[in-house]
C-alpha cells in the first residue's frame, strides 16, 4: 500500500474551517484514500473516503488533487469535539481491503 | 443500533501470564478485525477474519498470539504468556459485506503488562 505524510500537528479555532493536508505522492490507479479519525481513549472513526472525485458527507469534504498525489480533509466549521487525531489512509478497496495507520494528526480546536 | 463491544475494558497482569479479550461486532457484519496500538503510534493490524476463518494473520505473533471467531460472530484475543511489550490496547473492529471499507471500532481494551 502506499504510503502518507501528514503533519503531527495542527491547531484550529473554534468555528473556522480546519483543513487537514495528507500526501500520497506514490497512490496507485486502484487504491482509494480514506480519513478516520481518534478521539482520546476512542477506536478509530470512519470519517469519508475518495478515488478521484472530491467527496462530502456530513462530518467532512475531501478534496483529491487531479494527480492524485495529495488530499485534504474539511472540517467546515470546527468544533472542541473534533480535537483528534486524523489519520489519512491509502488502500485497496474491495475483498483485499486493509487498513494499514500511520500516526496521523492531532488537530486541537482551541475555544 | 449497539456498536463493537470489547471487553474487558483495562487489564494489568504480571508478565508471563495469560490474557485473553473479547469482542462482540455489530450484527450482521461479517468481516472483524484485530489491530493493536502502542502508545503514540497509529493502530496496526494483527489478523482480520471473513466470517470465521482467518483471511490475513500475517501480522500476528503466532508464538504467544492466538485469535478465534466461533461460529463467525464473537471473537477472542488471547496472549499466552504475555510479556512486557505487550502493553498496548487491543481494538476490534467490524464492516459489512456492503461498504467494506468503512470500519466500526470498539473503544479498545488497554492491556498493562508488569
Known amino acids: 500500500d502506499a504510503k502518507t505524510t501528514q503533519p503531527p500537528s495542527m491547531d484550529c479555532a473554534e468555528g473556522r474551517a480546519a483543513n487537514l493536508p495528507c500526501n500520497h505522492s506514490?497512490?496507485?490507479?486502484?487504491?482509494?484514500v480514506y480519513w478516520y479519525r481518534q478521539i482520546h481513549s476512542q477506536g478509530p472513526q470512519y470519517i469519508i473516503h475518495?478515488?478521484?472525485n472530491n467527496e462530502t458527507n456530513e462530518m467532512a469534504s475531501l478534496i483529491i488533487t487531479e494527480d492524485r498525489k495529495s488530499s485534504t480533509l474539511i472540517l467546515p466549521h470546527a468544533t472542541l469535539r473534533d480535537t483528534a487525531v486524523y489519520y489519512c489512509?491509502?488502500?485497496?478497496?474491495?475483498?483485499?481491503?486493509?487498513?494499514?495507520f500511520g500516526k496521523g494528526t492531532l488537530l486541537t480546536v482551541n475555544p | 443500533e449497539a456498536g463493537v463491544v470489547q471487553s474487558p475494558r483495562y487489564k494489568i497482569i504480571e508478565k508471563k501470564q495469560p490474557v485473553a479479550f473479547w469482542c462482540n461486532p455489530i450484527?450482521?457484519?461479517?468481516?472483524l478485525y484485530w489491530y493493536r496500538q502502542n502508545l503514540g503510534q497509529g493502530p496496526e493490524l494483527l489478523i482480520r477474519?471473513?466470517?470465521?476463518?482467518?483471511?490475513?494473520d500475517s501480522q500476528l505473533p503466532k508464538d504467544r498470539f492466538s485469535a478465534e471467531r466461533l461460529k463467525g460472530v464473537d471473537s477472542t484475543l488471547k496472549i499466552q504468556p504475555a510479556e512486557l511489550g505487550d502493553s498496548a490496547v487491543y481494538l476490534c473492529?467490524?464492516?459489512?459485506?456492503?461498504?467494506?471499507?468503512?470500519?466500526?471500532f470498539g473503544s479498545g481494551t488497554q492491556l498493562s503488562v508488569l
Open positions: 506514490t497512490i496507485s490507479g486502484n487504491e482509494y
Open positions: 473492529a467490524s464492516s459489512p459485506r456492503q461498504g467494506g471499507e468503512k470500519l466500526f
Open positions: 475518495g478515488l478521484k
Open positions: 489512509i491509502v488502500g485497496s478497496g474491495g475483498s483485499n481491503y486493509k487498513l494499514t
Open positions: 477474519y471473513e466470517n470465521e476463518e482467518a483471511v490475513d
Open positions: 450484527s450482521g457484519h461479517n468481516t
